[in-house]
């Protein structure tokens, strides 16, 4: 015995689409990721070249700025550190910033010595 399990004359896809209604935007933008999935990670991440020239240009160094002594841009640097260290700023923000350049500044430090005993051995 054979049974029938649609209603004759009824179209369950018809019926379907019109619950579930139009495609959203989204949904659009899904069914296009699918259908063309980039191939390669640079294409995942757009790192492909844009092939447009943006016509800038290295800003100039300022007249009074030069960078020959590395010991002494250092030295420089560890001193603007410890000026703005001696007087915290209120902003959280700031104070947030500071504490990564201190973090930054030791971990620097540390590369440094390892490097100049590794160099004496």
Known sequence: MKVQYTIPGFD????L?????????????????????PVSWEQILRLQPS???AGLDAPSRPP???????????????DLLDRHLADPPAQPE?????????????AREGVWSRSLAEGTK
Request: aromatic share 8%; net charge positive; hydrophobic share 40%.
């Open 12 to 15: 369950a896809q018809a019926e």
């Open 17 to 37: 689409a019109a619950v579930r209604g139009p495609k959203s935007a989204f949904q659009g933008k899904l069914a296009e990721i699918a259908a063309d999935p």
């Open 51 to 53: 092939g447009v020239d």
């Open 64 to 78: 009074g700025l030069s960078f020959g002594d590395v010991e002494q841009e250092r030295e420089r640097w560890k």
């Open 94 to 106: 700031t104070r947030k910033m500071l504490a990564l350049l201190v973090r930054y500044r030791e």
